[in-house]
């Protein structure tokens, strides 16, 4: 009899069904990943919730763990028993967007590579098959947890050095979710100005703690207002729209300095929603308007070093840490809006 193992997928909203499969054994140019920890993102509260029906799926792409297995051709230098970071996240390498240096948005993403029977990261599991280029290895300095918020981490990264963010900028991080925090941190050891929006009071408090030079909430007084009350009128150099609503990025439009970047760093819910905006501001004060999906190697990589060597601290975002068998309740927990990420450990 062949050991097994246990790998949860979302059936339904609020429903979860754990599938007991055989152990794979890694084939060439692949390894075998024993997971020890897995932060549940927004993609995986938003299918548990309903919001997102994309059924089934095996979630789980915030991932840690062990290495156990090595395949042949695999050349790492992670020996058996390494710390390791996951990123299940498909670069083919071969077509047009991996070729022209964007990875993160890889053609073939959501293609399946191998035979699975059902779609996803399939981080949420006691073990993980990966191909070589999805492991990253760590110092071992930092815990399995903090590893685990890599994966974020590297999305944030992208987002900041997409933004061009520079020296003593002014900089307007709208959501103090983890993601705003993330860039508060980020921009801060940048060496910009960080102002945060938030309307919920507790996330502003901790936004503050977190080093932020001013909060603003948007329901007090108009946004731009504001921001060009805290900038002598000019604007902010760059604003990151890291909330789902479409209003917020219309109001940074408005908020923005000559030159100054909008950047849509999280998606916007409903899917449908559309905004109008003014197109004489990208002309006569050469602003731009973009955005930054997921992370490449690159950004991978940084990441894991910036944790891994203690240079960016993740702590203060883990808000509940809950063994693999309390899954739904970690859900559960996770969509509420007091806390940051919790992570099931295996
Ligand atoms: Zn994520
Ligand atoms: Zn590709």
Redesign the pocket.
Known sequence: MTDTYKRAVFVAPGEIRIDELPIPEPGPRQVLVKVKAC?L????QRVFTGEEKFYPLAGG??VSGELVKVGQYVYTDAQIGDKVMASPLIRCGYCESCRRGMDNICDNMRKSFRETDVPGPAGLAEYILLDDYQLYQTTNGASYEEISLT??LA?VLRSVRKARVQRADNVVVVGAGVMGMLHLLLCKQAGARVIVSEIDPTRAAFARQMGADAIINPLEKPFAEQVRGLTHGRGADVIFCAVSIAAAVEQSIDAAAKGGRIHVYASIHPRSARITIDPNPFHSNEIVLTGSM?QDKDDVLQAVRLISRGLVDVKPFISLVLPFDRLVEALQAAIRPDTYRVIVTM
């Open positions: 932060a993102c927004t993609w995986e792409h915030e994966e974020p999305c997921s």
